[in-house]
């Protein structure tokens, strides 16, 4: 049974949203918003390098640290990038007066966004805006040094925020195919993060049937050292209302679903076209409840929106306690589905659907189950101009059942090979694999475990601590990181190959005793003479002679 409770909303004017992109990744991001269309809300760039600073498409820019980096950039020391701010903090709180709600985005691990961004965030909360910041984790890959610095940064982080969105970009494995580059690696992170800030700020901006407003957002993503849940999902055509959940439920930063179950809070937001029905609401809403802990407290907003045409989209945002998120973020899994059919084995290390490319998909064809009967009391949606909606987990009497759209059951039905892999390794055909084993008796052992060149036993090197495969590319990653995204972009980061497979022993072949000429069909017959040959005898094995 859903309840609806009416009451005022506090929405903001989009000239009071101000949405900062901090060093050289947050001006990727903001970029990104630019594109995306994101109309009303001004867009702040802050660098301490003055070439990405002139390359940005923000209508204003502060260049930080003009006297103490000279318009470079801060080569990746946080101390010099909260420095770099602290020479513009009196401009900085000149150009966040009177706004209501701030977005923060920024790649930490590097000098300018680890150092300023905690400094901007403050300056922020001091002049009264409520601040989300959109943060993302370096690469595994990037060395220890990077990490650290982020993790420093993203502690502080996690106490001024009002909320802190983090996305690890070695995840950013799970939103492109393997075998893409680095540069579509981070549009992909890219276009996720500004999906986020465009979905929240359309929550807050945008007035709706249903309204969420601030108090609504600030109660879904209270934190004091919690991060920020956030899923995304667009659809249309037949079933679109449970396809987009199906999306938004797969979004990374949702862990495919699996991080909600252990919300106490979540917002809800659904926007569709004129067409939307309150069928598709109702239904949408119920397979949410699934996903969601009982007693879980539901916040529900729906907008519609000309603008939206036959989609549907909905936004989930929620957040958890630090201490439940024990995530997989540390070594990141692909999962690799070869056709050929698997013997059933001990569970793999971890199951998850196959990558989904973009959250923004048509809806599966799949059945969905028939809507027999109308909801028994019809209440007054989408007449009323404000009103919060809360839904309690009581199943409707009139309504099938349909099935969780995210079941562990359904996580472990894929009928292919399923090989989990880390991204420092590179799949190992199966087959060829295989192939060797026949022909090698011997050597099965050594196949069996699949070894690449780079490759430690993290017991053998206690230095090594979390990140096993960080030191061999240590020396080469180091440079990598320190180069601008645009050069970084041109380097081909590719996994390291893998190791050829043992080179096959050579047999001798023999020769065939052909001496004496055999005659095919002519033995037996009298020889064809002519010079002195046997015509009858094939040239190769006349001239052998
Ligand atoms: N998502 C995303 N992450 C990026 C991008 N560029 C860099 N990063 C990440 O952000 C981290 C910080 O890089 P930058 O933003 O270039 O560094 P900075 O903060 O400007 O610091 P300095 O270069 O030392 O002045 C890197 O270690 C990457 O992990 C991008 O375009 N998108």
Known sequence: MIEYQRDQQQTIPDSQVKIIGIGGAG??????????????????????????????????????????????????????????????????????????????????????????????????????????????????FEGRRRREQAETALNELSVIANALVTFDNTRMGELVLAAQGIHDAFAAADRMISESIRAVTRLVIRPGIINVGLDDLMSALRTTRSRCLFGSGIARGENRSQAALKNALNSPLLDKGRLLRNAQTALVHICGGEGMTLFEVELLMRELTKNVPENAHILFGAAVDDSMGDSLSVTIISSLPESQLHSRDEVPVIEVHTSKPEPKEEPKAAPAPAPVAETVTTPQPEPAPEPTPEPEEEPEVFGADTMRVTVKQEPAPVMEEPEPLLEEDEEDSYEEESVTLSLNEEPVEAEDEEEEEVYFEEETVVHDEVETPDYQDPEEDEEEGEYPHEEPMQASQDVVADLDFSQKADLNL????????????????????????????????????????????????????
């Not at 209501?100 to 590097?110: D, N, R, S």
């Not at 055999?518 to 005898?537: V, Y």
């Open 27 to 140: 001006a990727n991001m903001i970029d990104r918003v630019a594109l995306d269309g994101m109309e009303g809300a001004e867009l702040l760039a802050l660098n301490t390098d003055s070439r990405t600073l002139a390359s940005s498409v923000a209508g204003e820019k502060i260049q930080l640290g003009k006297k103490l980096t000279k318009g470079l950039g801060c080569g990746g020391d946080p101390e010099l990038g909260l420095q770099a701010a602290q020479e513009v903090e009196t401009e900085l709180r000149d150009s966040l007066r009177d706004r209501k709600m701030v977005f923060v985005c920024v790649g930490l691990g590097g000098g300018t966004g680890s150092g300023a961004a905690p400094l901007v965030t403050r300056v922020a909360r001091e002049m009264g805006a409520f601040v989300v910041v959109f943060a993302t984790m370096p690469f595994v």
């Open 494 to 545: 590719e996994p390291a190959p893998h190791p050829e497979p043992a080179p096959k022993p050579k047999v001798p072949q023999g020769e065939l005793a052909l001496d004496g000429g055999p005659r095919g069909k002519f033995e037996g017959e009298a020889p064809n003479l002519f010079e002195g040959e046997d015509l009858d005898i094939p040239p190769f094995m006349r001239k052998k002679r």
